[in-house]
């Protein structure tokens, strides 16, 4: 029995993203802020996500976890001119669809009044017909420090999911997509590795529930796919990262690098 993205249920802690809506390619490249801003319309209006109606929220529910209330503005108007590419099948055949993250939007000038906003006819089509999908721990999305970690977190998610799965391989050109890095930006893979895709399976290996590997396979000198891999942590690694997020952010950075020389020493005996 298949069982429909639209009929799973968000909590307190955790939202649903449908997978077709994680692996995307932005045509716009969106900001931390962007993403998260994003992952909180979708679950705000999830109960109606199929509905053609117009939904709110309080725009100071969008800042959460977050100071920068001079970043959320321009963050809105990212999103609104924002577009995404998506694979679909389509009459028997692959195709390629394209369209915006929000159909309107409209921002009170004040602090304390209401954000409206509505998804776009192809994006509630989609979603309505969705079966896989990713299960968001808000304090994982909120913790995580980068765009790319964020990207590479909703990534795993998705494919924690699905059975007998533990790696994927991807052309660099896609993965590099798939995280939102700009096409002139880290060109070459000592950038992209050390800048984008080390930080990022560093920190979601470290904060979320699954191990994170990744391998570079090179076609002669130069890199060609990345495999990325996971697996479900131990009952004692989930504790520690859920103690982890509990705790200040403050010496963050070094109990992860010590973890991940702890990591390395178990994996060279």
Same mark, same amino acid.
């Given at each position: 029995?298949?069982?429909r993205?639209?009929e799973?249920?968000?909590?307190?802690?955790?939202?649903?993203?449908?997978?077709?809506?994680?692996?995307v390619? %932005?045509?716009?490249?969106?900001?931390?802020?962007?993403?998260?801003?994003?992952?909180?319309?979708?679950?705000?209006?999830?109960e109606?996500?199929?509905?053609?109606k117009?939904h709110?929220?309080?725009?100071a529910?969008?800042?959460?976890?977050?100071?920068?209330?001079?970043?959320?503005?321009?963050?809105?108007?990212? *999103?609104?001119?924002?577009?995404?590419?998506?694979?679909i099948?389509?009459?028997?055949?692959?195709?390629?669809?394209?369209?915006?993250?929000?159909?309107?939007?409209s921002?009170?000038?004040?602090?304390?009044?209401f954000?409206y906003y509505?998804?776009?006819?192809?994006?509630?089509?989609?979603?309505?017909?969705?079966?896989?999908?990713?299960?968001?721990?808000k304090d994982v999305?909120f913790?995580?420090?980068s765009?790319?970690? *964020?990207?590479?977190? %909703?990534?795993?998610?998705?494919?924690?999911?699905?059975?007998?799965?533990?790696s994927?391989?991807?052309?660099?050109?896609?993965?590099?997509?798939?995280?939102?890095?700009?096409?002139?930006? *880290?060109?070459?893979?000592k950038?992209?590795?050390?800048?984008?895709?080390?930080? $990022?399976?560093?920190?979601?290996?470290?904060?979320?529930d699954?191990?994170?590997?990744?391998?570079?396979?090179?076609?002669?000198?130069n890199?060609?796919?990345?495999?990325?891999?996971?697996?479900?942590?131990?009952?004692?690694?989930?504790?520690?990262?859920?103690? %982890?997020?509990?705790?200040?952010?403050?010496?963050?950075?070094e109990?992860?690098?010590?973890?991940?020389?702890?990591? $390395?020493?178990?994996?060279?005996?």
């Amino acid at each position: 029995m298949v069982t429909r993205t639209i009929e799973q249920r968000s909590t307190d802690n955790s939202m649903i993203k449908p997978s077709e809506l994680i692996d995307v390619v %932005e045509l716009t490249p969106l900001k931390l802020i962007d993403r998260r801003c994003f992952n909180i319309l979708l679950a705000h209006a999830w109960e109606e996500i199929g509905a053609d109606k117009e939904h709110k929220i309080r725009k100071a529910d969008l800042l959460v976890n977050t100071k920068a209330t001079d970043q959320l503005d321009p963050s809105i108007g990212r *999103l609104m001119g924002s577009r995404v590419k998506v694979k679909i099948q389509r009459d028997g055949q692959e195709h390629i669809l394209s369209f915006p993250f929000l159909e309107h939007i409209s921002e009170p000038i004040r602090r304390d009044g209401f954000v409206y906003y509505k998804f776009p006819p192809k994006l509630r089509e989609m979603i309505q017909d969705s079966t896989i999908f990713a299960r968001l721990q808000k304090d994982v999305m909120f913790a995580l420090s980068s765009k790319y970690a *964020l990207a590479l977190y %909703e990534m795993i998610q998705k494919r924690g999911n699905l059975d007998r799965q533990w790696s994927e391989t991807f052309p660099l050109n896609q993965i590099r997509s798939l995280l939102g890095v700009e096409k002139n930006k *880290l060109t070459q893979y000592k950038n992209f590795k050390s800048r984008a895709l080390l930080p $990022a399976a560093q920190e979601v290996d470290f904060l979320s529930d699954y191990n994170v590997r990744f391998m570079a396979n090179r076609k002669g000198k130069n890199v060609d796919t990345i495999t990325l891999s996971w697996n479900k942590k131990s009952q004692q690694e989930l504790k520690e990262a859920f103690h %982890e997020l509990r705790v200040s952010k403050l010496g963050r950075r070094e109990r992860m690098n010590r973890e991940v020389e702890v990591k $390395a020493k178990r994996i060279a005996s």
